[in-house]
């Protein structure tokens, strides 16, 4: 059975459950989205993390996450909601180790002042173990993230584009801002290299928050 077999047959067997999630976010976003385009976006997230999942079981939930947060993404590129707060959007290859850990450190440094996100141009099928390990040795559980892939509305609706080693993958669009981290690829390091390039990325998410809070000269 091919892939692309697997995921149709996947969402064959999810669709009822697919057309319950997406009840549920078109009364959410109702006077902002059409119930068509909600469903179109809950059935499209659902088969980009179908691509990829090794759990099954918990692409509905996971789904529905993905949806919403891309509804979101996709009310404020066009307008629909305004948010005083800036939106940083990291992004690596696979979206289980450099990007992730980013957005942790990114939200524990911000404290709700930055809205934040994470995708991958090639995502992964898990979260990288050695990641979940130097992170929880931090207090910081990220054992319920998920490798997303990287759509365009995330991008539009970003203040802040932060890639890390995923070339020309990311579309550019004017009015954002747009940095490049070099970092190692945690993908197959031991635990000690994978504390480094944690520590590493920390000191850059710290800059970057007191690059939002500095006074304009």
């Not at 990007?99 to 898990?126: D, F, H, K």
């Amino acid at each position: 059975m091919t892939e692309h077999q697997e995921t149709t047959l996947g969402l064959q067997d999810n669709t009822e459950v697919l057309h319950r999630i997406s009840n549920r976010l078109a009364d959410r976003f109702a006077g902002t989205f059409a119930t068509e385009t909600v469903e179109r976006y809950v059935f499209e997230s659902y088969a980009a993390l179908a691509r990829t999942a090794k759990i099954s079981a918990y692409l509905p939930a996971t789904t529905e996450h993905f949806a919403t947060d891309r509804l979101h993404a996709l009310a404020k590129s066009k307008g629909s909601v305004i948010t005083e707060a800036p939106e940083v959007l990291f992004v690596c290859v696979q979206n289980a180790g450099r990007s992730q850990m980013a957005a942790a450190l990114l939200n524990v440094e911000a404290r709700g002042r930055i809205r934040v996100r994470s995708a991958g141009s090639m995502p992964a099928s898990q979260m990288d173990p050695n990641v979940l390990t130097v992170m929880k040795e931090m207090g910081l559980d990220l054992g319920r993230e998920y490798p997303k892939p990287l759509t365009d509305d995330v991008v539009r609706a970003s203040d802040v584009v932060i890639t890390m080693g995923c070339g020309d993958s990311c579309p550019i669009y004017p009015g954002k801002r747009y940095e490049d981290w070099e970092l190692t690829d945690p993908a197959g390091q031991p635990l000690e290299t994978v504390r480094e390039i944690r520590d590493e990325i920390h000191e850059r998410v710290k800059d970057l928050v007191a690059s939002f809070t500095k006074e304009p000269s």
